[in-house]
């Protein structure tokens, strides 16, 4: 059975890191594309960054530059260093899996991945 369990949010102030760690079990992470999405309370969920099976990675625009995704295949590990957080970056994170042979367009849309975690909260003060 797939298991992701997100861990890392907390709160921080404005301009503050964090990295987020998502443990995968029952399948190689090395097998899936995986992703972190974010979501806010009454918002849709939407696409931060994800990475295909051979490394490629994509970013959402506003957090281009800022927030990093990587994966050590060996720990069956997804991870997302965010560094100069904004208030806007405020929400629950939740890492997904899903299968890769599916197109570059579904790579930060939620319909692109069969698999969740619960979330972890990830707030950030002015």
């Known amino acids: 059975q797939v298991q992701l369990v997100e861990s890392g949010g907390g709160s921080v102030q404005s301009g503050g890191s964090l990295r987020l760690s998502c443990a995968a079990s029952?399948?190689?992470?090395?097998?899936?594309?995986m992703g972190w999405f974010r979501q806010t309370p009454g918002k849709e969920r939407e696409g931060v960054a994800a990475?295909?099976?051979?490394?490629?990675?994509i970013y959402a625009g506003s957090v281009k530059g800022r927030f990093t995704i990587s994966q050590d295949n060996a720990k069956n590990t997804l991870y997302l260093q965010m560094n100069s957080l904004k208030p806007e970056d405020t929400a629950t994170y939740y890492c997904?899996?899903?299968?890769?042979?599916?197109?570059?367009?579904?790579?930060?849309?939620?319909?692109?991945?069969?698999?969740w975690g619960q979330g972890t909260q990830v707030t950030v003060s002015s």
């Open positions: 997904a899996a899903g299968p890769s042979y599916l197109g570059w367009w579904s790579l930060l849309r939620p319909v692109g991945y069969d698999y």
């Open positions: 029952g399948y190689a992470s090395s097998e899936y594309r």
């Open positions: 990475i295909t099976t051979d490394g490629r990675t």
